[in-house]
C-alpha cells in the first residue's frame, strides 16, 4: 500500500501556473505509476496525466495536453503535476493516486485509497 499526500494548490489567475506536490509514503514508490485525477464540484473525478514508474512515459488527458505536465523524483518519492495556461474550467480539487503501470491510472484500477486533494481554483 501507498499512502499520498497531495499539496501546492491555491487561488491563480487564468492563464497563470501552479505545480503540484505528491509525496508517497513506503519504500515502492518507483515501482507504481502515478497519475493526477480532478473532481470539479458536481462532477465526476476524472483523469488528468499519469506517468510510468521511470518516469519515461507520459499520458494526458486532451483537455489538459500541452499545458499541463507531469514528472516525478523517485530519490524524493514525490510526484508533480506542472500546470500553466490555467483555465476557469481548470478548477477543482486534484487528488494523486497509484497503479501498476499508466493503463492501469488510465482505467481506475488503483493501488491505495485517495489523499485528501488539494484545491485549485482558477479565476477569470
Known amino acids: 500500500q501507498v499512502q499520498l499526500v497531495e499539496s501546492g494548490g491555491g487561488l491563480v489567475q487564468a492563464g497563470g501556473s501552479l505545480r503540484l506536490s505528491c509525496a508517497a509514503s513506503g519504500r515502492t514508490f518507483d515501482r507504481y505509476a502515478m497519475g493526477w485525477f480532478r473532481q470539479a464540484p458536481g462532477k465526476e473525478r476524472e483523469f488528468v496525466a499519469a506517468i510510468s514508474y521511470s518516469g519515461g512515459d507520459t499520458y494526458y488527458a486532451d483537455s489538459v495536453k500541452g499545458r499541463f505536465t507531469i514528472s516525478r523524483d523517485n530519490a524524493k518519492n514525490t510526484v508533480y503535476l506542472q500546470m500553466s495556461g490555467l483555465k476557469p474550467e481548470d478548477t477543482a480539487v486534484y487528488y494523486c493516486?497509484?497503479?501498476?503501470?499508466?493503463?492501469?491510472?488510465?482505467?481506475?484500477?488503483?493501488?491505495?485509497?485517495w489523499g485528501q486533494g488539494t484545491q485549485v481554483t482558477v479565476s477569470s
Open positions: 493516486a497509484a497503479g501498476y503501470s499508466i493503463k492501469a491510472v488510465v482505467n481506475y484500477s488503483l493501488i491505495g485509497s
